[in-house]
């Protein structure tokens, strides 16, 4: 008899079926000067904005600004930080009928981010995931963001 995926607990350790293959995916909330604060895994078929209230409910203090990408596109998640009283800057998708203004030039601090995770990514074990324990690859993720910061550590 042969088991499902769910049933030996592939879900639980964030791995999911995407357009790649079996993967997940890695989702980063960063500081100003792209220095990562909180990590949260999800499967690779989960959308963006399903790990949204995770990852800022992980977040130790309340951010000023959000900047995320359009996966993060949907209307509670825009209204959740206007509540809160946090500007947010995430660019409209291109099926939204209620046009949305963008502030270009606070986007392209977005850029941060990404490159942050391109650096992460020099480390092979991250952009490949030899861990098959969810908690074995954030450890993994963290000792990276680490090892990046000190890099830039001043005594």
Known sequence: MSRLPAQRGTCEQAFGRSRVGFTSKVHCLSDARGIPLVFHLTSGEAAGCTAFEEVIALAEER???????KG?????????????????????????????RLNRRMYREHSRIERMIGHLKINRAIATRYDKLGRSFLDALHIAAIRRCLRYATL
């Open 63 to 69: 951010p000023a600004y959000l900047l995320a990408d």
């Open 72 to 100: 993060y596109d949907s209307d509670a998640i825009r209204a959740s930080p206007h509540e809160a009283g946090i500007r947010s800057c995430i660019p409209p998708k291109s099926n939204r009928k209620a046009k949305i």
